[in-house]
């Protein structure tokens, strides 16, 4: 009988979390699996074609929605997943073509919503809005549009986008509101605001605890992406039950 999908995206965690190639998981797959309902011997071979499944993809992207937890506290940027470990050090780093992440986290770094489409980050960011629910969302001035700003608004979250020297107070209530507020207020502001750094540090050491990303097609670099963010955010909030 063919491998079911859920063994195989159970498989893939597996293999994610030990950060070990296909034919190393296997192994560990055959030592581990019982322990979370994986009663089959499955093959390298199979484990790396699971990763270009889409049944698979739907059902780690299905597991992300259902294990996530918020805060309501929210903040979001956009990083480059390095394909090579020189390329993460490289002083002038050319165009990712795709392999760009833009998320949404809260402040305990638990990820609530993320792209690797490749597309803007500012243009994406009109989507993912619409996946989060929090009070507040924090972002950079590489956000700073106004029909985004109303968007926010417009889902019942206070929008704290740090200015550019050039903008005007025109355009919608919620543009000028956001502004107003951080004239009459500085330092409050900027405190909401600078909570932001929890979405650098998360793409920081997501990086730097997955390393590479080592998948070509698109479907295995989400399956991979996928799975590492949950193993992220189960990390998280099993750090935030134990306090």
Request: aromatic share 14%; hydrophobic share 35%; proline share 2%.
């Amino acid at each position: 009988n063919a491998t079911s999908p859920k063994a195989l995206a159970k498989a893939i965690l597996i293999s994610e979390m030990i950060q070990s190639p296909e034919r190393e998981a296997e192994g560990w797959t055959e030592i581990l699996g019982h322990y979370v309902g994986i009663h089959e011997k499955i093959d390298d071979w199979i484990i790396g074609d699971a990763y270009s499944r889409p049944e698979v993809a739907r059902i780690l992207y299905e597991i992300f929605l259902a294990t996530k937890d918020s805060n309501g506290i929210l903040m979001g940027d956009g990083t480059g997943l390095e394909k090579t470990r020189k390329q993460n050090y490289e002083s002038q780093k050319r165009d990712y073509e795709g392999w760009y992440m833009t998320s949404i986290l809260d402040s305990r770094e638990i990820v609530q919503a993320f792209d690797i489409t490749g597309k803007q980050e500012c243009q994406i960011m009109h989507e993912l809005i619409k996946e989060v629910g929090g009070d507040s969302l924090r972002l950079d001035s590489g956000f700073n549009d106004r029909k985004l700003t109303k968007e926010i608004e417009d889902l019942f979250m206070t929008p704290y986008i740090y200015p550019k020297s050039n903008n005007i107070l025109n355009g919608d209530d919620s543009w000028k509101y956001m502004y107003l507020h951080f004239f009459w207020d500085v330092y409050l502001w900027l405190k909401e605001y600078h909570q932001r750094s929890h979405c650098e540090s998360f793409h920081s050491s997501f990086k730097r605890v997955y390393g590479e990303v080592t998948k070509i097609k698109y479907t295995a670099r989400f399956v991979q992406i996928t799975a590492r963010i949950i193993l992220h955010n189960f990390r998280r909030l099993s750090y935030f039950g134990r306090c």
